[in-house]
RNA sequence: GCUGGUGUAGCCCAAGCGGCAGAGGCAGCUGACUUAAAAUCAGCCCAGUGGGGGUUCGAGUCCCUCCACCAGCACCA
């Protein structure tokens, strides 16, 4: 055994004996349970970060534990391969996507090697496979079968000059983020998925989530954002037509005094027309609609279209405007306008001198009179001025004037979300092609399933101008239409990347099975995923979309339905956000200079370091202040556990079995705590998921018998063998942290299997039982004295106790004692 | 503005149920070892828990209120 601990030659020999001896690749095997741990898979950007090293830490101390703990462990890894920094590399510096990305997962791979993390490398899938997005495309064709898949116009940001769509996060201030011309919005035919036909499942499925951060399901219910409420009509004031609008307060109806329309509202120019405001409501129409969407958010702005509506309950005419603050697509793009209890309305109201109605007056609150509102009432209360309706409480009301309205036909109950269906298209190159062809006679034909998959072709130019590279490709554009045989055109759209990562975890389960996209056992014996581990960033995008594909293949029977019936199918049952890693107070980023390579951590102090620190500096859902003094500190203990091991090692390796008779207290204490750490850790590990006390535990262990182990055994048997035994212990309580170095000592103290497949310790109950407790005394709150006793002393006689203390008899003064309590095994209560 | 989170020692962080504020790490100080330094070892110092109020024998923990910082959403009718 070397004298020194060297980092390097550890990690290389164990991590070339894990990859010979295959030992994290696993297969099904129903007799033995079975846990799926999974994180979420990187893009293969060129290098991991050090939030790639913090993640994949925390999964791999779970799938090492669990492992011990007996489970079958599925741990897979791969790469979410699409996405345009591929694209842009081309652009930028004439490699090709293809060959971009295939160099960034290998010199990834390597570095995820060098890690030790334990995965099942015989899993690795990249998404940029056709064999892998083969599926993707015949799972679109079968939601597109189904009316799930459609196609629609839709706004999107548009540069002229590169002649390309651009996503939010390219447009900065307006302009495009690369040549900086102006950007436009424009009207697009693009495809849809409809996740909004699943927008109730998708919120019931929330409800039983349980191992899920409750921050992200809340953020979740908010993305969905349902809204019960009622759809009412008016009709138009002296002419066909109405408007309907979606209130989710139809108890205020009454209450209305003008209607609100969006500018983008077919109504607003069709009613100006031929009236005075005819040129007004087109200057304000142009100018709104010029308006960057935050330039317009900022006011609350509105022109009179010259007509009026009806109130359909009370018949009154009011008047219709186009607001700057109504959406087009919420909705019906209309609202009924209630001044006095919607706190936009009433702004808009004051500052176009419009009429304000009371119609709820709260309860056990002064009337309100609108006259001396300076604030809209939004609560609940009793209706006045609501006709045959007056006296009701809202919610009461609300119900009844639905039902009304139904009842005169010019309403009914009505549910909307915030959620939007899911645009999939991108004029990118990089990416699954979109398998339809446009047939000129045919209309839109899907690409048969034999002549799946559509491959995305490989000879593209990339200039960044003029397009997506494959709308240019004439071998590719060309073909025959699938039905009628004449010439057609390929769609040059490609898919959204988040689409690759909606199911990508199912694959895992059987990712070489080439006549179907899964295989029903894998996934029955798999999912759903036991613990997955992400950035809290994918909160809503990713883990909606990932659940909503899950709810779609189990409709269109590409899966097993692994739940309970009559439960919501849902793929992830646990959830562990982790926080960002941050450096200087800001996350770390090559723009602001604080990053911090894990390559250079890596060759400096080794994979075991970089993991402990990862683990230790702070509990995985909170952000990580990097500190290079923390990294030293984790560099240090496991030195500093080397050097026990070495001291000891003549004699650490022999037998550990105890002789007979009694052993002393100092013997029992070591064991007891022993016996103590195995429980903590257990705790953080399994239900906490507190890593970094679990490691603090472990540190204060070794800190607690480091000093009995010398170069020569102890004489005393009992203390020998209990000093093995923390010892032992110690390595398997780390062996999930930091492999590398505790297999080694492992295997150094007489290990006689590999420590990867030692069993995970359990507790003896017998070794936690307390010799001496010791008891505080409080006087009136306030500690005053402490005494020792046995753990079964009764009550009476530690009150007893308690009393007898000279320094308690002096707080007490003589006073008479009002109360004692005792909390057993902590302390004792006088109160006087 | 709304929703959620965080606030404990110079710093990172601990304290299932209300019960001695401190487990661990970092930094600092003293000593040992050393020709010296590093490393190592032994020991020590340090806060009353963001502010205010309340409940309680007892509050970091429960309740009310205010403040600061972080994140998500942001005219969703």
């Known amino acids: 055994m070397e004298h020194r601990y060297d980092p390097h030659a550890v990690e290389q020999r164990w991590q070339a004996r894990w990859e010979a001896d295959r030992t994290h690749e696993v297969r099904i095997e129903p007799a033995r349970p079975k846990f799926y741990c999974l994180e979420m898979f990187p893009y293969p950007s060129g290098r991991i970060h050090m939030g790639h090293v913090r993640n994949y830490t925390i999964g791999d101390v779970i799938a090492r534990q669990r492992r011990m703990r007996g489970f079958n462990v599925l741990h897979p890894i791969g790469w979410d391969a699409f996405g345009m920094p591929a694209e842009n590399a081309a652009i930028e510096r004439g490699a090709h996507p293809a060959d971009w990305t295939r160099e960034n997962i290998a010199y990834m791979r390597a570095q995820l090697r060098r890690m030790g993390f334990s995965y099942d490398w015989n899993r690795e899938i990249a998404t940029c496979d056709p064999t892998y997005y083969r599926w993707e495309q015949r799972f679109f064709l079968a939601m597109l079968e189904r009316g799930l898949a459609y196609r629609k116009k839709s706004l999107v940001n548009w540069c002229e000059r590169c002649q390309t769509v651009l996503a939010n996060e390219q447009v900065e201030d307006g302009k495009c983020w690369r040549c900086e011309s102006v950007v436009r919005e424009r009207d697009l035919e693009q495809w849809f998925l409809r996740i909004t036909a699943y ?41 066909a037509g109405e408007i309907g609008v979606f209130t989710t307060r139809p108890d205020t109806v009454f209450g209305a005094t003008f209607v609100s329309l969006a500018v983008e509202h077919p109504l607003v120019a069709e009613l100006a027309r031929g009236t005075a405001q005819e040129a007004a409501v087109a200057a304000f129409t142009r100018r709104v609609r010029a308006q960057a969407p935050e330039e317009r958010a900022e006011g609350k702005e509105g022109v009179f279209v ?43 109201a004051a500052a176009h001198g419009l009429t304000l109605k009371l119609v709820i007056q709260p309860e056990g609150a002064p009337p309100l ?26 919610d009461e009301a609300k119900i009844r004037i639905t039902d009304a309205a139904a009842a005169r036909g010019f309403g009914r109950p009505a549910t909307q979300y915030r959620l939007r269906d899911w645009g999939v298209s991108r004029q990118r190159y990089w990416g699954t092609p979109i398998p339809v062809v446009h047939c000129g006679a045919c209309g839109i034909v899907p690409v048969p399933d034999e002549a799946l998959p559509v491959v995305l072709p490989i000879d593209a130019e990339f200039t960044g101008s003029g397009g997506s590279p494959l709308a240019k490709l004439e ?25 690759e990562s909606s199911w990508y975890f199912l694959r895992y389960t059987a990712p070489h099975e080439a006549a179907r996209a899964f ?26 979309y ?68 990862s683990i230790f500096a702070a509990p995985p859902e909170r952000d990580l202040e990097w500190s290079d003094q923390g990294v030293e500190g984790a560099s240090r203990f496991l030195h500093r556990l080397w050097r026990v091991v070495a001291r000891g090692r003549g004699w650490l390796c022999g037998d550990a079995s105890a002789p007979p008779g009694a052993p002393s207290t100092a013997v029992r204490a070591l064991r007891r705590l022993t016996h103590r750490t195995i429980v903590r850790v257990t705790e953080d590990v399994e239900r906490r998921s507190h890593f970094n006390t679990a490691v603090a535990a472990v540190m204060e262990f070794v800190n607690g018998y480091a000093e009995l182990v010398q170069d020569e055994p102890p004489a005393d048997a009992h203390l020998r063998a209990v000093i093995v035994e923390a010892v032992r212990t110690t390595l398997v309580l780390l062996a999930p942290f930091v492999p590398h170095i505790a297999s080694e000592l492992w295997s150094e103290v007489g290990g ?30 306030k500690v005053r004295g402490r005494f020792n006793a046995a753990p079964d002393t009764a009550e009476d006689e530690l009150v007893a106790r308690a009393l007898a203390d000279p320094k308690v008899q002096m707080q007490i003064a003589g006073k008479p004692i009002r109360r004692t309590h005792v909390v057993p095994g902590r302390l004792v209560s006088i109160v006087v």
């Open 475 to 499: 071998h590719f554009v060309h073909t025959a239409c699938p039905r009628c045989g004449g010439a057609a055109r390929r769609e040059t759209d490609t898919f959204d990347t988040f689409m």
């Open 546 to 613: 990932a659940r909503f594909f899950t709810k779609v293949l189990r409709d269109l029977d590409e899966i097993p339905d692994w739940e309970a019936p009559g439960t919501t199918i849902e793929p992830f049952a646990n959830l562990l956000t982790q926080g960002m890693v941050i450096k200087d107070g800001a996350k770390m980023s090559k723009s602001k200079g604080n990053v911090v390579d894990p390559d250079y951590l890596v060759e400096r102090y080794g994979a075991d370091t970089a993991r402990l620190f």
């Open 199 to 239: 927008a109730d499942e998708l919120l019931a499925g929330c409800d039983r989530l349980d191992g899920w951060p409750e921050k992200v399901l809340v953020m979740q219910r908010h993305w969905i954002g349902r809204s019960v409420g009622a759809e009412l009509r008016f009709a138009l004031d002296g002419r």
């Open 519 to 544: 295989s029903g056992d894998a996934i029955r014996y798999w999912l759903p995923v036991d613990q997955y581990i992400g950035g809290v960033e994918h909160a809503v995008l990713h883990l909606l």
């Open 369 to 394: 009179d609108p006259a001396r509102m300076s604030a809209a009432y939004e609560g609940s209360g009793r209706l006045v001025g609501s006709g045959e309706f007056d006296g009701l409480a809202s």
């Open 752 to 781: 006689a299997q590999p420590l990867a497949a030692t069993a995970w310790p359990e507790a003896d109950p017998q070794a936690l039982v307390e010799d001496v407790i010791e008891l505080v005394v409080q006087v009136n709150g």
């Open 306 to 348: 010259g007509a009026y509506c009806r109130n359909p309950f009370t018949g009154e005419r009011l008047p219709i405007y186009a607001a700057s603050f109504v959406l087009m697509a919420y909705g019906s793009g209309a609202v009924m306008a209630v001044p006095c209890h919607d706190q936009r309305d009433f702004e808009f």
